[in-house]
């Protein structure tokens, strides 16, 4: 979603599924895709929020790979229209640009509340990672920048809401539908593989609709290099496959273990090991004991199978497993007669298109509050965090020279500071 962490749900109003979803697949099978284009459970709730216990350690350097040009920014160069979503370190807006008149999503982060919630690292892993990246089911990073008081990221304003608010107006997806968004994030789920680098938060709510009707995923928060292993406890419960649960370490086959959850719930409505009480002992205990304990619905027989492997309880037997790359997923009998290729290039209709009366229509999204507060961005005041996000350029007000680097800035913001 359009997060700032422990975001509320965005909803839309557009109407279910069109009756027959039975054309948006090929019926032909093509070879999968080759990609190579361009801490305690306690701390978690069983809401559908993400919770992490990282807070430090050191990135790996990322290759950048995207082919987007480099600009600077600052906030007077948009106009800020409505807001999109809000979290406890901030709201994403909806803007446009004051220079080619396009639409954005800026998502601005209080400096203050990352620093003392200690996500300081996953706020300059997302801003690395999105910015190294480039896909057509990936939402694409333009620029990134700081002030005294907030950072912002500018990405692509995506339309056509959650992929979670569509499912629960419509109940459940028909299969043909479940397959085209599973095949969709399965493809954005390879390419970052490839590059090491493990998701960590797939869910309806972090899969966006275009105006297409194609997917974007979004939200890198918990995203993170990981060329062997990592361990930190974090995603959202429901999603979160066992050997995170039990504190081991994990790879990037965690990933696919969602992907299976996620296929269950959009066939389902709900996902496997669903907890209406929200009893966080429960839904763990029963993620340990794994499949066996879920309650199938009549799913077709290859649709059962896929997850079954995807969430298979062994890491090492799982379908993605990093030893031998995803083809395992790819050439699954489920996924037969995706073509692959028409897919990528985005030839095959998707199968519901995004009710927009233009460009910049944000219905699909919850009407929010404004309370002025893009009022109190860009003011100058004292900075203690200036040294924090090094890779945000600094956006110095307007009375100081326009492209300060951050220590610069921590010089003309906290002159104090510096000379100590």
Known sequence: MYSTADTTHLYNHHKDLPADPSLYLSRTQTQFPD???GD???TLSTSRTSASTESSGEPFPLQHVSSRPKASYRLADFIIHQTLGTGSFGRVHLVRSKHNLRFYAIKVLSKDKVVKTKQVEHTNNEKTILEGVQHPFIVNLWGAFQDASNLYMIMDFVPGGELFTLLRRSGRFPEPVTKFYAAEVAMALNYLHRLDIVYR?????????NFDGHIKIADFGFAKRCS???WTLCGTPDYLAPEIVLQ?????????YALGVLIFEMLTGFPPYYQPDRNTN???ERI???PSFIRWPAFQPHATDIILKLMESDAVKRYGKVDYGAGDVFTHPWFSEVDWDRLYSRKIAAPYLPKLKSEGDASAFERYPEDEVASTYGKVCHDPHAREFPDFE????DTYPPACQASEAYRCISPSIARK
């Open 35 to 37: 990609c190579s284009y």
């Open 40 to 42: 305690s459970i306690s």
């Open 201 to 209: 938060d797939l869910k309806p709510e972090n899969i966006l609709l």
């Open 228 to 230: 062997v292993t990592t």
């Open 248 to 256: 081991q370490r994990y790879t990037r086959s965690v990933d696919w």
């Open 282 to 284: 429960i839904l763990y």
């Open 288 to 290: 340990l004991q794994g």
């Open 394 to 397: 600094y956006t110095c007000p």
